[in-house]
């Protein structure tokens, strides 16, 4: 069965996007089938992969609200092993019909059930706030990536988030788990970013990931082009942490299937 990781952090501007386009690219590009579905209404996980809006066949919204099978609404992307689900601004107003339907926190899971088996890491990204998609997310999800930006008030959020996981996990979705916090916007140039990194791995030192993403102008302009920065330039730092984040991250998965194997799967 493939992995459910959702990208979230209720603070906005972390990197949390970025994060859920780049990490999906770097994982298809180790030839892992990798599906990332885009559940912030901004709709930036879609066409930071090239997609454009006008030309979509089916979305989220269509999946969460109106029923409509998960696999109708797959897009390819340049990459071979990833596809996406996109978002469109139409999911802005689904947090208020999510209210009167019946198990209206886990409508993501129904629609993700059929898929799941198909791929090795199914990516979830995130609104930036707890409302009823991110707890869709959350309700559906094996783990949780914690992108964080490296300022101020960096930890005050981070407390928050931590406490938001716990409740879900004893409410809806006990497997939950932290998958990791990835350091991200790292400037080294600032001691405020040295200041919260060392005190994120003193609070919490076996969930922050290895690998820290830097500031990098060619990661902030990759998206302008609808590439992830693999496809943009892969020579780059910003290209170069992702690779590593997916590299920990596969790491991990391949200790946890020889601590707890699985059966094989069976393809049809």
């Known amino acids: 069965m493939g992995r459910v990781i959702c990208i979230s952090n209720q603070k906005g501007g972390v990197g949390k996007t970025t994060t859920a386009i780049n990490l999906a ?9 990798t599906l990332l579905v885009d559940l912030d209404p901004q709709g930036n996980a879609g066409s930071g992969l090239g997609l454009n809006k006008a030309e979509l066949h089916g979305d989220i919204y269509e999946a969460l609200i109106n029923e ?32 009167d339907l019946q198990m209206r926190e886990a409508r993501l899971k129904h629609a993700l059930k059929p898929l799941v088996s198909k791929y090795d890491y199914v990516l979830v990204d995130c609104p930036p706030s707890l409302g009823l998609l991110t707890l869709n997310a959350l309700a559906a999800a094996d783990a949780v990536l914690v992108p964080l930006q490296c300022e101020y008030y960096a930890m005050e959020g981070l407390a928050h988030l931590m406490g938001t996981i716990e409740r879900v996990k004893k409410a809806f979705n006990p497997r939950l788990e932290v998958e990791g916090i990835l350091l991200t916007m790292f400037d080294s140039r600032a001691n405020i970013a040295h200041q919260v990194a060392e005190e994120v791995k003193k609070v919490f030192p076996d969930l922050v990931f290895r690998a820290v993403v830097p500031r990098n102008v060619r990661l902030a302009e990759s998206p302008s082009f609808g590439k992830p920065i693999l496809l943009y330039d892969i020579r780059s730092k910003g290209c170069e942490a992702y690779l590593q984040v997916a590299r920990e991250l596969m790491r991990r998965d391949g200790r946890r299937s020889k601590a707890h194997p699985q059966p094989a799967r069976v393809v049809a």
């Open 68 to 99: 409509r099978p998960m696999a109708e609404m797959l897009h390819p992307t340049e990459l071979k092993f990833l596809e996406v689900v996109p978002a469109t601004p139409d999911l802005t107003g689904a947090e208020l019909e999510l209210v």
């Open 25 to 33: 690219a770097s994982l298809a590009a180790a030839e892992r089938k």
